[in-house]
């Protein structure tokens, strides 16, 4: 019989102390893949662009002459610090790279993800409802296709209908170049700062462009989140709950939703964070297809260009978010299940 | 004793569709039931027990089919609209089921199950007076007004039982089925909770129909028994007249089958619970019954009220006049070996 | 006087009779089958209409050179150059791209690519995967716990990630593009099969058929082998199913990034899809639509297989056969009481 918050706080630390070592592997991999490829990350990047003696300082200046122990340690301790350096072609602070792009890619997912559940949540739970009906046949074509058709194939044909076609929305890019250089930029949330300034030209401006996007990476997650919504009611309207509540004559309707809907919700919050991967995934090519300056964009590009230290930090960056949003998820998912706690 | 039955079953018929033929769980069974008299159903495992006491509630699943007749305080419930049948689940008929454990909403107070069910039928109802009522019944059963706010996992499985028959009750339904209430129980608690439903029936005049598979229960707490085999009854009257005399082989090898402390040696029914879907022929509990005779594969035995005022199908019974001469010698033993494979 | 219904001794019956039951226990394969052929409604419908887009893209796959009317690298036939970008007509039905090279072309050797690196990729995976899963949930102990770590660590990384760096590092060492993706995308996929089949193990390792066993003396890897094998593997068709269908986005991914399989080794739609961002710009469709088309259909017909033998295999979204019941009339009464 315990009470709720004081187990809350338990399962909390617990769950923080359990995620440590998951950490410390996901980091460890990341240095470990980052390095296996041949010869040091400055000889990749810059290597043909420089002397063999300039390479040999940036090398030393970098630290990359230094046996694996003591880099595997010296990374360990910028994650840690959350200083990871400079990028080493074009000498970038990389928390900068990571604040400002980083920003962009938050604005990407977070306005995805609310396109995702208003589409998809509504679609998932009328398709478990009418199960085996039309709604539910188109319902799942739906929510497969949308999860066929590359996140690339889906922007371009937008891209196509409605800038080359019908010529409503901007291309590609987060602001027009006016509106770029004159906006202030407080958080680097474009939709954010415009209202701080109350710039209503930039607004609109930003919600132009980020509408293609948004959708784009959206109906991607739309098709997961339809499919599992879908089984959690099929399985939550067997409950046994849920024959009760008809035999004590509640009506289907408040049926349907009291029992089904809001328990068949619950597991969705967490699977929800599982797709936090997929969702990074779905945003680096989406970036790719609309010229978004978010930092999957920047990934390929350092990437492309060979400069490994900017693509460490990245991808530790994106490693740490996924394990900080499933904790996040986790919690939320034990203060609203009251049997979900240690 | 002319009192005017509560619930008034005839030839009732429940049949489910299955790749294999119709399963005919329930095929002709009549009964009455009087306001305060409870009825205890025993029969083995899938003799359509379940079926028939959710049957006569019209709570079946799609796939099933129904006819015959049930005749609750003068409305025919067999082909109502689901509709009406809902208004009077809880109000005027109740079940109360079998395993309490997943029979509750876990993300639901105890409290808002109450609220639910009041609203259902009583749409105005305010607040203060659900938890007035609800309370009150919940006290009755034994549950402290002080856990009216907790979730059911806060519960041990004989107090959630004691919540479910409360839910079942508060509206004072006049007609309560009861599936097995304390089978999955340990047996203190199964006191305890027969102990309150002959209170109920004190109290409020209560028709019960009690489904279980244990004799004993039926001697404690039933006026009445009904024994059911293969979907149909095959004795029904006065527990105590029943049991101390039964008239069908099927009872009395039950009977015998009971353990108790003077048991010395196991006693089993030889063969296996017959197939649904294609019925031994003529009397069901031919394949298995010790004093078979050769009319009984042939012809299906007639309902006859023994000198003691029971009804019982079997032709020991009679009457004479339909046995085909010479067909009262005994059955050949071979039938076992068919029975055996069923 | 009442009369009794009669019935012959053995039942007649007013409704068919009940098909033949299956004497022999059925092997695991043959089991499934039976279970695929008796499925339901929209379910079946799936099954069958992913199955048939599925084979027709095997079909190109297997038949490329004899389908397609041109090579997947060709620019010029009998010494005349291609068109560039020209839009679909007769001679080129899906029209030409910017290297000149026919469309359609690029489109069923893609088919070829694409089924080449996912099968490749999915033995890889279960030939992996499977054997970790089943000795990690057999054994237990450290070795369990290791491996869980790295599994869930690996699971939680974004997969396209994943994918670029491995295909990255691999390119210089692989000589083969083909054979590179498929290893990216083994990597991504282990940890799928391997939390699965564990899971399973874990569940069946704790039954009374393997106790026995154990109890007879029978050495891990029979019990492992014979009898936690078939058990064990029974969700493993959904999930390859499943796994495929995402094994070529994952491709197409690579190849639209740049990171894929190069147009001097075979055609990969993804990478079509890459040049097609420019020409999109100029109002050409034909060298995206088609090849992303492509990857659609193939990507539904194998996700709805996947989720046709789900719902077919998987108990709990099983639909139980409601047959409509037609109740049949019945015998005239038989109580005592009631005249006729």
């Known amino acids: 019989m315990a009470t709720s918050t004081g187990s809350l706080r338990r399962y909390a630390l617990t769950r923080l102390a359990l995620v440590i070592p998951m950490v410390l592997i996901l980091l460890t991999l990341v240095f470990v893949l980052m390095r296996v490829a041949p010869g040091d990350p400055i000889q990749a990047a810059l290597g043909g662009k420089l002397s063999p003696e300039q390479l040999a300082e940036k090398r030393h200046a970098a630290g990359f002459d230094k046996p694996m122990i003591v880099q595997y340690g010296e990374y360990l301790r910028q994650v840690v610090t959350l200083n990871f350096g400079h990028a080493i072609t074009d000498n970038q602070p990389i928390t900068t790279i990571l604040k400002i792009n980083g920003a962009a890619t938050l604005e990407l997912s977070v306005a995805a993800l609310f396109v995702a559940l208003v589409i998809g949540v509504p679609v998932g739970l009328w398709a478990g409802r009418l199960r085996d009906g039309v709604f539910d046949g188109f319902g799942r074509l739906f929510g497969i296709i949308t999860y066929a058709a590359p996140v690339f194939f889906v922007g371009l044909l937008f891209q196509l209908v409605f800038s080359k076609w019908l010529d409503v929305l901007p291309n590609s890019g987060q602001l027009s170049a006016l509106n770029n250089a004159l906006l202030a930029k407080h958080t680097h949330l474009t939709l954010v700062d415009a209202i701080w300034d109350g710039n209503g030209a930039a607004f609109t401006d930003a919600l132009k462009h980020l509408i293609m996007p948004a959708f784009t990476l959206g109906l991607l997650l739309c098709g997961v989140v339809i499919r599992l919504i879908r089984t959690n009611i099929i399985q939550t309207l067997k409950g046994d709950y849920v024959e009760a509540a008809r035999a004590r004559g509640v009506r289907e309707g408040k049926v349907v939703w009291r029992h089904a809907f809001r328990n068949a919700l619950v597991p969705v919050v967490t699977v929800m964070g599982l797709q936090v991967a997929l969702l990074l995934s779905g945003a680096v090519l989406t970036e790719e297809t609309f010229n978004w300056p978010g930092i999957g964009n920047r990934l390929v590009y350092y990437l492309t260009n060979r400069d490994y230290a900017a693509v460490q930090g990245i991808i530790t960056v994106f490693a740490l978010a996924v394990v900080v949003i499933s904790l996040v998820i986790d919690f939320v998912n034990a203060a609203i299940d009251p049997r979900v706690r240690y | ?342 | ?340």
């Open chain 2, 1 to 342: 004793m002319n009192v005017e039955p509560v619930i008034s079953v005839r030839d009732l018929r429940v049949w489910y569709g299955t790749e294999r033929g119709p399963v005919r769980a329930v095929d002709g069974v009549s009964f009455d039931l009087r306001p305060g008299e409870t009825l205890g159903l025993v029969g083995e495992s899938g003799c359509g027990k379940s079926t028939l006491g959710r049957g006569v509630l019209g709570l079946l699943p799609t796939g099933s089919a129904t006819d015959g007749s049930v005749r609750f305080k003068d409305r025919e419930l067999v082909g109502m609209r689901q509709q009406d049948l809902r208004s009077l689940r809880g109000v005027e008929m109740g079940l109360i089921f079998q395993e309490p454990m997943t029979r509750l909403n876990p993300l639901m107070r105890i409290s808002e199950h109450f609220a639910e069910t009041l609203r259902a039928h009583e749409p105005g109802i305010t607040g203060k007076e659900i938890d007035v009522r609800s309370i009150d019944t919940l006290r009755r059963m034994g549950i402290p007004p002080t856990r009216y706010r907790h979730y059911p996992h806060e519960f041990s499985g004989g107090m959630r039982q004691r919540i479910m028959i409360a839910l079942a009750l508060v509206l004072r339904p006049a007609f309560v089925v009861a599936d097995e209430p304390t089978t999955a129980l340990d047996v203190l608690v199964e006191a305890q909770i027969l102990s309150i439903l002959q209170d109920l029936k004190r109290n409020f005049d209560t028709a019960m129909l009690l489904i279980t598979h244990n004799l004993g229960i039926v001697a404690e707490a039933c006026e009445r028994v009904a024994v059911m085999y293969a979907g149909r009854i095959v004795e029904e009257g006065d527990a105590r007249q029943v049991f101390s005399e039964p008239a069908h082989p099927y009872t009395r090898e039950l009977l015998r089958s009971t353990i108790s402390l003077s048991t010395t040696a196991l006693h089993y029914i030889p063969g296996a619970p017959p197939d649904l879907v294609q019925p031994p022929s003529g009397c069901r509990f031919h394949p298995r019954c010790p004093d078979a005779m050769q009319v009984c594969p042939r012809l299906e035995p007639v309902e006859v009220r023994t000198k003691t005022g029971e009804r019982v199908e079997c032709w020991l019974h009679g009457p004479a006049e339909l046995i085909p001469p010479g067909q009262t010698a005994p059955l050949e033993r071979r039938e076992l070996a068919s029975a055996d494979e069923a």
């Open chain 3, 1 to 340: 006087m009442t009369a009794a219904s009669v019935a012959e001794p053995g039942g007649e019956s007013i409704l068919e009779p009940a098909p033949e039951m299956p004497s022999r226990p059925q092997g695991p394969i043959k089991r499934l089958w039976q279970q695929v052929k008796s499925a339901q409604g929209l379910s079946k419908w799936l099954l069958w209409v992913g199955a048939a887009i599925t084979v027709v893209f095997v079909v190109f796959a297997v038949f490329a050179p004899l389908i397609a009317p041109y090579g997947f690298d060709q620019y010029q036939s009998g010494g005349v150059r291609f068109p560039k970008q020209a839009s679909p007509s007769g001679g080129h039905l899906f029209g030409t791209n910017v290297r000149s090279v026919d469309v359609l072309s690029v489109v069923i050797y893609g088919s070829r690519t694409a089924i080449e690196v996912v099968v490749l990729a999915v033995l890889f995976s279960l030939l992996v995967g499977v054997p970790l899963g089943l000795v990690s949930g057999y054994y237990g102990g450290w070795l369990d716990r290791i491996l869980v770590l790295v599994m869930d660590a690996l699971f939680a990384f974004p997969y396209l990630l994943l994918a670029i760096v491995i295909a990255f590092l691999l390119q210089n060492s692989v000589g083969s593009g083909v054979l590179t993706a498929a290893i990216a995308i083994t990597v991504i996929y282990v940890p799928q099969y391997f939390r699965v089949v564990r899971g399973q193990v874990l569940s069946a390792r704790e039954e009374p058929y393997v106790e026995a066993a154990r109890a007879l003396g029978a050495k891990p890897r029979t019990i492992m082998g014979r009898y936690l094998f078939f058990n064990v593997i029974q969700s493993v068709p959904v999930i390859a199913t499943l796994n495929a269908a995402d094994a070529i986005l994952t491709l197409a991914g690579l190849g639209f990034l740049g990171f894929g399989i190069q147009p001097t080794q075979a055609a990969e739609w993804g990478y079509e899809l890459q040049r097609g961002v420019a020409d999109m710009g100029a109002g050409l469709w034909w060298t995206s639509v088609f090849p992303g088309l492509a990857i659609v259909l193939l990507v539904t017909g194998l996700t709805l297989v996947g989720e046709g033998l789900n719902d077919v295999l998987n108990p709990v979204l099983r639909r139980r056969t409601g047959r409509p019941v037609v109740l049949p009339k019945r015998a005239l009464p038989r109580r005592e009481e009631e005249p006729v």
